[in-house]
């Protein structure tokens, strides 16, 4: 079924983009709420990588929010911000030395996911 807006046609949202984008977001939208409101993460994560490191999770993840919008509205913004918040998180673990390879592997299965419907996107 395809769907109509106000500035016409527009084909439909493939099902893997919308639960990549509501899981994403609850899930990003989760950590970002235990470290606003649960002080014993925060602390956490202060005292394992440094006291600079939940300020930067939450910048990362708002943006990774910022990026499931624009994945969700299908535009080739969100996919290039995905990608780069990716790296960015891999060069950042790199310089703190907190290397788990084996957690790369979401991101790599929605970059290619995305990448997959790349003729979708605007």
């Not at 602390?43 to 994945?71: K, Q, R, V």
């Not at 990608?83 to 970059?111: C, E, H, K, M, N």
Request: aromatic residues 18%; neutral net charge; charged residues 10%.
């Amino acid at each position: 079924m395809s769907k109509h807006n106000r500035f016409g046609y527009t084909e439909p949202r493939p099902v893997l983009i919308t639960i990549i984008c509501i899981v994403g977001f609850l899930l990003t939208l989760g950590e970002v709420i235990a470290i606003l409101f649960i002080p014993q993460v925060s602390f956490e994560l202060a005292m394992s990588y440094g006291t600079h490191h939940p300020l930067a999770t939450l910048i990362i993840d708002g943006l990774t929010l910022i990026s499931y919008i624009g994945i969700w509205q299908m535009r080739l913004w969100g996919l290039f911000l995905f990608g780069f918040i990716a790296v960015g998180i891999a060069v950042y673990g790199f310089f703190i030395d907190t290397q788990f390879w084996w957690s790369y592997g979401p991101a790599i299965v929605i970059l290619l996911i995305c990448i997959y419907y790349i003729k979708h996107m605007k």
